[in-house]
């Protein structure tokens, strides 16, 4: 990957014009390059005057970026001494309410414990991201000048380096480093009863450019391949297998999950052109950095469950040669699903899980509760998806109206008819309502 690549997709978008501005500097390069007079043309002379005016004014450009970021750094490491201070603080003041209502200095409450290792991690997550800072602009730095010194053939880029990047203050400081430490301590002493791999594994992050599982990788393969196969014998299947000439009602009972199943791929596709645009959506979807999906975990998700979705619908299918009821099998497709949802297992990406279950209840009370963007983008999500919320609807009516799995009986048509035909059009207004709630909340 290309330093540029790498560095959009790594910085922290609240802090994006703070970087240094390696794209600019290099368009800067190339533009004097492409403007440079001929060797054939201008004598020695003029090209050197040329490369002269172009360095000054490259390496005052280098000295303003050099500027903006000693100075942003130093705020940065100012405001994180005051908020170490501060949790330190809490830390003591609890302690000692504790200790003269208790007697007991090691009693922490459970609540004022909890609240206090999420403090600490989200600290520490900040120390990170500024750690990660001072990495990205000094090695921005270190190749853009060695990029200068290779185009113009000369090696003013390496003394000026030497000169100003590596003694900047932004360099040299190691205070964040000793602040990472303290924090390591502190949490590992006070909070986790010194146990330090129980600190650490709340307090780590994973590093920048971390590469993603070879085991997931192969598992979403397999169930790519596999998807891809059973689709198009189900698609032979549904063609030459006789006996099935009302497909309306497996369509309805099947759709739905099916469009779920493809919108959780093509958001896995959207995470992946996020990461390689250099949007960091973890920090904008307010993700755990330590526990959130990748672009290839939702992928392979989605993928599985398209497989047993296929799978499901070709036991449809044959369903009479199996001597099996046809219309379980949608039932038991989607009771799988709803049961990868709801599992309360700490198993099974859990907390993916658990923070979709939370998006979609704050989306259900919207009027009542602050909202998120996560909140916003989820409901926009939904109001693409309002014919499988009829499809799922319509499931509920099926399997509550017939209870005759192996035939369809004249019943299931009241699914659609009458007294039921009112109720599509609530459900589907849902998500509109969901949409203008959050904004009647965001408005108050």
Known sequence: MKFAEHLGAHITPEWRKQYIQYEEMKALLYACMEQAPSEEVEDAEAIKQHFGKFEEKFFKYCDKELLKINTFFAEKLAEANRRFSGLKSDLVNIRKDQEAKTGVRRYLPRSKQSDLKLAFSEFYLSLILLQNYQNLNFTGFRKILKKHDKLLRTDAGAKWREDYVETAPFNTNKDINKLISETEGLVTRELEDGDRGKAMKRLRVPPLGEKQSPWTTFKLGLFMGSFCVLSVVLAVSAVFVEGHDNWRIPVRLYRGPLMIIITTFLLGINIYGWRRAGVNHVLIFELDPRKHMSDQQLMEVAAFFGVLWTLSALLF?????????????????????????????????????????????????APFCHVNFADFWLADQLNSLVPALLDIEYMICFYSTNHDWTAVTDGSKSCIDKEFIFRRPLIAILPAWFRFAQCLRRYR
């Open 317 to 365: 299918v044959y369903s009479p040669e199996l001597s099996m009821p046809k219309y379980c099998h949608p039932l038991i497709l989607a009771c799988c699903m709803l049961l990868f949802l709801l599992n309360p297992l700490k198993i099974c990406l859990f907390e993916a899980r658990m923070w979709f279950l939370r998006i979609m209840a704050r989306i259900i009370a």
